[in-house]
């Protein structure tokens, strides 16, 4: 069984910082099992979007355009554990944030990382709220 936990987040003031993690339980990145670890926000009224990912094990990652320079994604503790640091934030930002993953053989390329693509694992999601 495939489980995505999600922790952190909560309210800041705008320019403020806060970070997101989510630990992946269920699925075994290997040598020859890679995938991606991603984060998607969708606020109300909204369509989902996706804000940053990254290649299980590897230097690749994808960014949306709006949080290019103000958010990095990166794995802590081996493979299964994903975090979003936010800096600078806006009031924009403001959303439900979600941790998606995707695994599959090592023989793809991270370009299956892309936020466009279609990711199989979800989380539950956690609130950033960001206050002007």
């Known amino acids: 069984q495939v489980q995505l936990v999600e922790s952190g987040g909560g309210s800041v003031q705008a320019g403020g910082s806060l970070s997101v993690s989510c630990v992946v339980h269920?699925?075994?990145?290997?040598?020859?099992?890679?995938?991606?670890l991603a984060w998607f926000r969708q606020a109300p009224g909204k369509q989902r979007e996706g804000v940053a990912s990254?290649?299980?094990?590897?230097?690749?990652?994808f960014y949306a355009n709006s949080v290019k320079g103000r958010f990095t994604i990166s794995q802590v503790n081996g493979k299964n554990t994903v975090t979003l640091q936010m800096n600078s934030l806006k009031p924009e930002d403001s959303a439900m944030y979600y941790c998606?993953?995707?695994?599959?053989?090592?023989?793809?390329?991270?370009?299956?990382?892309?936020?466009?693509?279609?990711?199989?694992?979800w989380g539950q999601g956690t609130q950033v709220t960001v206050a002007s």
């Open positions: 998606a993953a995707q695994s599959f053989s090592f023989l793809n390329s991270a370009a299956r990382c892309a936020l466009d693509n279609e990711y199989d694992y």
């Open positions: 269920g699925i075994t990145f290997s040598a020859f099992t890679a995938g991606c």
């Open positions: 990254i290649w299980v094990g590897g230097i690749s990652t």
